[in-house]
């Protein structure tokens, strides 16, 4: 191939590119690595084609041969802290990152993620300085402006995170990011109005924006006012450090069982422990399944149906189901005797499996999570099954099921915290 | 040769200073290749005279040659500017210029050799520039009847018409109120002093018949067609665009009636955050005043854009004048499904199809889908066909057994549209996908 013609090609994929004309710009890098499979612009190109795709590994795989055949490009670098920072893994991104950092120090951008990575981290001290080390380089860049009014958010400075935000809004009012971060603050400042005009503006700009549309059904279900307190409980675990909300859930576990320690001895104090242990059952199961029930109200909102995906639509109508029917077999129960009760009841916790399980459910396959999810299941339907054939086989099944539950319950919730 | 240089080497040594024993060592040299040596020569004259022209031009050869060639640009532009740029660096000029990929100098450059030279040819340049017509040295007016007559921008004269387009009935109406009438009609056109001409811009997933009714939008005004695709754009981007733009409309305008036809117009607007770049933002506005017909009268001239992504063309493409009909085509329905089936088994050995059955499983799939369908059932049956040794026909359980692995690939399409419609849609110009959806806000 000859050498302008090569310029051609790249000049063409680039434009394509910028378009979101995947498969095309791919097409034009492929014609140039026809002639020198070693291209290093040409495998950029079609790994940040892969990248924009979310196909990440083959992306990380192209970037790596690139570096093999060009280790002084900066931007590679830089792409390559990005797809590992698509991946979740923080560690892998901030090497590549302060490697690309290191060969030009002077790119507003690299800083942008720097920052963004030390939120993961959640280290927002360390999140705000690079966010403004950035703003030294471009003080108009939008990411980094957007980034440190993040960092500044969990850190309580709420004004000057809004400060942050407002200067970002007059660079560009036409930055969806910036407008879904907007919202955020104001989701946080609990006024779940103003939230919305900033989360709608968003969707408008960029409509598939997934940021935008997890803010939308979040202030739309802000109507509710139990999921109002949720919401800010959640906001407020996520502003603490890993350590204090381990403990937090700990130390409220350790005052429930401290309170209700003596609830049968028979006396007035048995009366309050077992109402304080009632409570903190309902507020564990709220914080584990409001955000699912919120969805089921939007199920049936105008607005809402169309901005949940299929797997919360699922969830919710699922968990809805199970506590429909559960109440159903309590009322059977009136009637019929104690062993509907407790059928109830382990139907009544399916709820919690099918809050966190996948759909469309891919059987006993997707991953050790799922296929937890799924054995506990089953054994619940045994458990359920047992009650009709034996009553000591269900006393046994159904001690080993809670225990069961009881141990994965646990470990997700200190594991999520 | 070797023993000439040496000798040259000596007698330089001796009387340093002179200036025309060293060019011609430098010369020899340059002339064997040895590189370095000659630049150092070349380098060693310009100290003494800095604007030896025979020392500047064959530095910048020798630059050329070790392919440094942004040092080898600033000596052809000293020399050009001292007036001593002689056809021969002239082109190494170009050359340098190409691989640095500065086009627009590289273009008048060439242009200059070319009216010094009008013989001259290069293939190779040509190609990087796209410049025919320019070897033969041609005027502007002349160059355009030329590609008109060339059939150059895929000019054509379709034989389809609307009768041959299944469903698509609203479409075919407001192309005719708007293009069809006028032509056929136009006292009454002029009697309301409405103009002919204009644009209309479609838009829908691909594969599903906007290039086709197009074309037979053409072939029912039995006018010309001149097509536009991706790669057209692109390229004005990439090189001298505004008059590439210029060139085609004119074309079209002396081709009358003239059916233009853009396909991916997005491509053209670009995406918002694309725009505030000024040198994408001229092409637009060229664009623009082409389609204004501000210096010339666009009557006759109908212009079609076809995109995927509605949202991503420039909002003042919609203006009034402009396209303001934006159209909506969707995948076709049941009836239209059916005979496109039809009409793509015709001439295929197959056996009691029921194409009412296959169209009403294929709800979505475009008209590329359904040809893909069927391309999947023939390859099946020629497999067994080549393994048997006998023809066998394409039965109505190959068909369904296609339909079940082909999945319509207007599904993608509609996720990013629906999204739009129900966020993005203030102006009503979505209002069409959501009814094709079945979503009610």
């Given at each position: 191939m000859i050498e302008q013609n090569k310029y051609h090609y790249i000049e063409r994929a680039r434009l394509l590119l910028k378009q979101k004309r995947y498969k095309e710009a791919e097409a034009e890098a492929s014609a140039v690595l026809q002639g020198n499979p070693n291209d290093v612009d040409a495998l950029q190109i079609i790994g940040h084609c892969r990248l924009d795709n979310k196909q990440v590994d083959e992306a990380i795989a192209l970037f790596q041969q690139c570096v093999g055949l060009d280790?002084?490009?900066d931007y590679l670098y830089y792409l390559l802290a990005f797809a590992w920072y698509q991946k979740n893994k923080m560690d892998k991104s901030m090497h590549y990152l302060q490697q690309a950092i290191s060969l030009y120090p002077h790119h507003a951008g690299y800083f942008s993620l720097q920052a963004n990575i030390y939120i993961t981290q959640k280290k927002y001290g360390q999140a705000v300085e690079a966010a403004e080390q950035g703003l030294r380089q471009n003080a108009k860049d939008v990411s980094c402006l957007n980034a440190r009014s993040k960092a500044l958010l969990r850190l309580n400075l709420e004004d000057d995170a809004m400060e942050s935000i407002q200067s970002a809004l007059q660079i560009d009012p036409e930055d969806a990011q910036t407008h879904v971060n907007y919202g955020w603050v104001y989701l946080e400042k609990n006024e779940p109005q103003k939230a919305m005009e900033h989360f709608r503006e968003a969707l408008r700009i960029n409509p598939n924006s997934q940021y935008a549309k997890n803010g939308y059904k979040t202030a739309l279900k802000c109507k509710l006012t139990l999921y109002r307190w949720l919401l800010q409980y959640h906001l407020w675990m996520s502003r603490q450090s890993k350590a204090l909300r381990i403990g937090f859930i700990v130390g409220i576990w350790l005052l429930v069982s401290f309170f209700s320690r003596d609830s049968n001895t028979g006396t007035r104090s048995d009366m309050i422990g077992q109402v304080i242990i009632g409570v903190y059952i309902v507020l564990v199961l709220f914080t584990w399944l409001g955000n699912t029930l919120a969805n089921a109200y939007l199920l049936v909102s105008p607005y809402g149906r169309y901005a949940l995906d299929n797997s919360e639509k699922w969830s919710a109508f699922s968990v809805t189901c199970v506590f429909a029917v559960a109440l159903a077999m309590c009322g059977v129960g009136i009637f019929y005797g104690e062993e509907w009760f407790w059928n109830a009841a382990i139907l009544a916790s399916f709820s919690i499996l099918f809050n966190v399980m996948h759909f469309p459910v891919k059987i006993f396959r997707g991953g050790k999570k799922q296929v937890m999810l799924q054995a506990l299941l089953v054994l619940g339907l045994i458990t359920i099954a047992s009650s009709f054939i034996s009553a000591d086989a269900a006393t046994v099944c159904r001690s080993v099921y809670l225990i069961a539950l009881a141990a994965c319950m646990w470990a997700g919730s200190l594991l999520n915290a | 040769m070797n023993e000439i240089i040496e000798q040259l080497k000596e007698a330089v040594h001796i009387s340093p200073n002179n200036i025309p024993l060293r060019l011609h060592l430098a010369g020899l040299l340059l002339k064997e290749n040895q590189l370095a040596e000659a630049s150092e020569q070349f380098a060693q004259v310009l100290q003494l005279q800095h604007d030896n022209t025979k020392a500047l031009t064959g530095l910048a050869t020798v630059y050329y040659r070790q392919q440094k060639y942004s040092p080898a640009i600033i000596l052809f532009e000293q020399l050009q500017e001292q007036h001593a740029l002689d056809n021969d660096s002239r082109l190494l000029f170009i050359r340098c210029l190409l691989k640095e990929n500065s086009l627009t100098p590289a273009r008048e450059l060439y242009e200059q050799l070319l009216h010094d030279q009008p013989d001259f040819k290069d293939a190779e340049i040509d190609q990087a520039l796209r410049l025919p017509g320019m070897e033969m040295g041609m005027e502007s007016e002349a160059l355009l009847q030329e590609l008109a007559n060339e059939h150059r921008y895929f000019m054509e004269k379709p034989s389809l018409n609307f009768s041959q387009v299944g469903g698509m009935k609203q479409l075919k109406n407001e192309i005719s109120l708007k293009i069809i009438h006028p032509l056929r009609n136009p006292e009454m056109y002029k009697a309301f002093g409405k103009k002919t001409g204009g644009g209309i811009l479609m838009y829908g997933p691909p594969g599903c018949g906007k290039t086709f009714i197009a074309k037979a939008t053409a072939g029912e005004i039995s006018a010309k067609f001149i097509s536009l695709g991706l790669h057209d754009i692109l390229d004005m981007w990439i090189g001298n665009s505004e008059k590439n733009l210029h060139e085609i409309f004119q074309v079209a305008r002396r081709n009358k009636p003239c059916v233009l036809f853009i396909d991916e117009v997005d491509a053209l607007g670009a995406s918002r955050t694309d725009m505030r770049q000024s040198a994408m933002r001229q092409i637009i506005n060229q664009f623009l005043a082409e389609l204004d017909g501000v210096?010339?009268?666009?009557?006759?001239v109908l212009v079609l854009a076809a995109t995927n992504?509605?949202?991503?063309?420039?909002?003042?493409?919609?203006?009034p004048g402009r396209f303001d009909r934006v159209l909506f085509v969707a995948p076709p329905d049941e009836e239209s499904r059916r005979e496109i089936l039809a009409s793509i088994l015709?001439?295929?050995?197959?056996?009691?199809?029921d194409t009412a059955q296959i169209a009403k499983l294929t709800a979505n799939y475009s008209g590329a889908d359904l040809q893909a369908v069927v391309d999947i059932a023939i390859e099946q049956k020629l497999e067994e066909s080549l393994a048997k040794g006998v023809l066998q026909p394409v039965t109505q359980k190959d068909l369904l057994k296609a339909v079940k692995q082909h999945k319509p690939t207007t599904g993608e399409w509609f996720t990013t549209a629906r999204n739009y419609a129900l966020y993005a849609n203030e102006t009503g110009l979505y209002d069409d996908i959501l009814r094709y959806l079945n979503l009610k806000k």
């Open positions: 280790a002084g490009d | 210096k010339d009268s666009n009557d006759g992504a509605p949202w991503s063309v420039d909002s003042a493409f919609r203006r015709k001439e295929k050995p197959a056996e009691s199809i």
